[in-house]
């Protein structure tokens, strides 16, 4: 049941069917977490044992935590403040959970301020290697091309705005004609260009390494560390506590299941890391080159190892294109759960609130131009578990989720326990490690 005479018919766009909400869900999922830092967390954290870590961590926390968001943003067929308040007073609950969302609707948008900083880089490093190629297999050239960029000001905020523009043209459409109709482009796009970079790197790099760096187990390598990084990767990737996903569910119809369009979101989400994994390790190792080598890993490390291979700078375009049309993807989400919550709440065209909006985004990413992660590990919504636990009746799971008795009381069970506990132990785990 919707409530407040809202959800799907009362909003005046949606998606056009199943295929549109898990595509455009996937696209919101799979961003730079899952291309760019899921392979140097890999290498900094262990190989297999990360891996093993982040698949327990989506289990526990980022699938419970995005069913509920699920839940919530349908029945409350609103953006995300407005949903949880809805379902809120329809259950008895307090209605202050709605700055819950609100909260996740102002940390979207810091997150995205710097976010897009990250997307002009993929963005500028796509243009020059399209242009002017690589600049050759010399280490100290590939990192001079790398400060360079971080030394120009001028040429960071220039991509910054065109990266954001690019967002705010897709959200001003709307949802079907818009963010549904950009999700269909670049998914297949995206899947195209991880695929045969990974078969590129199967042939030129050295796969054995790649594989037994993935996926054989070392118990020493089981640490705290690599844990707490592995989960908090997982929030990241999925982008689950933000609110994005009950923006997108406020938007799906009754016939789409909501379940299963989760599943298949964190699925693929996990399968094109792992094919990232599988596109950049092999071409580190055939190298002798170090996978831990942080952040670095994709602006220089790569760059040196493409240079050494056979089509290295066509190869080296493509996995760059790669890296944007993720982020592009990502930050469209992210546009999109403010511009939902200013629409409904303040009124107003969604044209003038998406200019309104990027342009606010790229003013605070100004600030930004020379941080990097600095809003990454913040999870706002982390009461909205506690919120989907303790208020949300199993009822609703059961209905807006079609789950069985038995499965609507595990999830409460995660949400109620597990997913918060995860949460805050990572978030608490800088002060330590």
Known sequence: MLLGGAGVRGLRDSWSGRFGFILAAIASAVGLGSIWK??????????????????????????????????????????????????????????????????????????????????????????????AGLPGADAHAV??????????PARMIAYHAVFLALAAAVVARGVSRGIEAASKVLMPVLVVLVAALAAYSAVQ???????????????????????????????????AGFGLMITYAA????????????????????????????????????????PASGPGLVFVT????????????????????????AALASAISMLELAVALVTRRLGGSRPL????????????????VFSFNLWADWHPLGALADFAGWALPESLLREELRLGPAGARAL????RWATPALIVVTAAAPAFF
């Open 38 to 131: 899921f392979p140097y967390e890999v290498g900094a954290n262990g190989g297999a044992a990360f891996v093993v870590f982040y698949i327990a961590g989506l289990a526990l926390a980022v699938v419970p935590l995005m069913l509920a968001e699920f839940a919530i943003g349908r029945r409350g067929g609103a953006d995300a403040a407005t949903s949880i308040e809805r379902v809120a007073a329809a259950h008895g609950a307090a209605r202050g959970w709605m700055w819950a969302g609100v909260l996740g609707v102002v940390s979207g948008a810091l997150i995205l301020s710097f976010y897009s900083v990250i997307g002009g880089w993929t963005l500028a490093y796509t243009v020059s290697t399209a242009l």
């Open 143 to 152: 990192q001079a091309r790398y400060d360079a960029l971080l030394a120009s």
């Open 205 to 239: 790099g050295d796969l054995r390494a790649t594989l037994a760096f993935l996926f054989s187990l070392d118990l020493e390598r089981f640490t705290a560390h690599a844990a707490l990084e592995a989960l908090g990767l997982g929030f990241f990737s999925i982008g």
């Open 251 to 290: 938007y799906a119809g009754p016939g789409i299941a909501l379940g299963e369009a989760a599943l298949v979101t964190v699925i693929v989400d996990t399968a094109i890391s792992l094919l990232a994994g599988l596109a950049v390790f092999p071409l580190v190792f055939a190298n002798g080159l170090d």
């Open 302 to 325: 790569l760059p040196l190892a493409f240079a050494r291979m056979p089509l290295g700078e066509a190869a080296a375009a493509g996995f760059f294109l790669l890296l944007f049309v």
């Open 353 to 368: 609130a998406a200019a309104a909006l990027g342009a606010a985004c790229f003013v605070a990413g100004l600030a930004t």
């Open 412 to 415: 409460r069970w995660l949400l």
